[in-house]
């Protein structure tokens, strides 16, 4: 595989001039994150981020992130979610494969830590309670107003900086230091001009990165992804991965990623799933629907690529154009020129280039599964059942499968520490986000809406309490 030069090296302590009590490698949501938690409980930490400005995956993303008994979710009277619930749903989706203590030590984690970024760091989540996301039983996606990662992302760094937590940018971490019982004791650095720097600390956490940017291995741990646009951030190169076998971590489920079915194309840009949910088809290029669009957008991104040119049409009409329009991602798709309005069937299957016979059909089906005005229909042959047909005017936006994130990374602890090969846990080092092991099995279908911002945020919470604990439990020994 052709990875970049990631390292470890022995030694005692290492000859730095600066020293933390957290090194933080990584300034996503993840890294972030527990930086916040960490300042809070009066712990030193640095945070490192290979860019110029920290983004990573989070940027990327739509910004929502699941959580139960949060404060906004019982503001909106939602009363019956819990942990359990949600942890119930997590197990669902990934029937039964995702990692039991880390299912349940997230979905308990997640919404204390949402509370806590609002009430002690000032990000004023909103419930997105217009439609279910694919595999939740109750509303409980949270966002910023402003519904996008990039949103999500910037009010993080405005909370680091007014915490007062060093974010040292354009520093590529590529070497581990550990001494000889495996404990961290700093790490080495490049920045931009070829010097290299390195920073002592008591804990480390890894809160850097997937694989999904890493073609070979992406080839090699993906093979069905090896072709597809990945939508993700080229910083996902597996650095941790690559640290982790030098280590000899144990690493889990290597399968598992988020895909999407809705990467518009050529205009590179997410069109929201939403629709999906709501009533809108994936059309392919022979006029017809090949799947139960509900299950899930992870899952559509291989569905998609499997048909002729890899591609889709995704197709509503306009009360649909209407709730898509609520999502930035989709407006700027938009304003791109994504958008195609057809005012007939005839139309839909000239954008389509189908057979207009066939389209017509694919669209009678759907009206057929409407439970009104027919009640005694029969559901689509996929089983899915429509609320209601699609009306002209239509519209459409061609698509492609995207690969996003890895939910495969280092073995961790529910603490997040990293395990070894025979379970136990290294000293202080911690894994969370991207780095580690995600909630979402091992194959594309396990990936709950939202399971990558789940286990960045509530990662990232434990991590720092974790860190925190390591900390002050080696200033009470010194």
Known sequence: MTAPARTVRRADAVDAEVYTAVAIVGGGASGLTAALMLADAGIDCVVL???????????????????????????????????????????????GRAAPALVEAYAKAIGPALDALQERHGLQWMLLDGFLYPGHSVHRMHALPQKTGAALMAALQAAAEAAGIPVLTQAVVDTLVLDAG???VGIDYLRPDGTRESLGCDALLLACNGFGGNADMVRA??????????GGHVGNDGSAILWGESLGARLRDLGGYQGHGSWVTPQGAL???????????????????????????????????????????????????????????FCEAEAAGALRRCDSVAALADCIGCDAAVLQ??????????PAPAPTAAPAADGRVFARGLEAPYFAV??????????????????MRVLRQDGTPLPNLLAAGGAAGGVSGDAVWGYLSGNGLLSAVAGGYIAAHTAAALVQHKEASA
């Open 271 to 329: 069109m929201s799933w939403a629709v999906m949910m709501e009533g809108g088809v994936q059309i392919n290029a022979e006029g017809r629907r090949f799947h139960d669009e509900t299950q899930g957008y992870s899952e559509a991104a291989v569905h998609v690529l499997a048909q002729p040119g890899g591609i889709a049409w995704n197709v509503f009409d306009t009360p649909l154009l209407a709730l898509a329009r609520g999502f930035p991602d």
């Open 361 to 370: 059909a694919t669209l009678d089906a759907i009206h057929g599964s409407a």
């Open 182 to 184: 495996d404990r961290v």
């Open 221 to 230: 741990l993906l093979p069905e992804m090896a072709e597809a646009t990945f």
């Open 49 to 95: 981020e290979r860019d110029a400005l920290p983004s990573g995956s989070t940027a990327l993303s739509s910004g929502f992130i699941p959580a139960p008994g949060t404060r906004v979710q019982r503001a909106h009277g939602v009363a019956d979610d819990s942990a359990a619930r949600f942890a119930a749903d997590i197990q669902a989706k990934a029937h």
């Open 398 to 415: 061609k698509v492609t499968g995207a690969l996003f994130h890895t939910q495969g990374g280092l073995d961790t602890a529910p603490d």
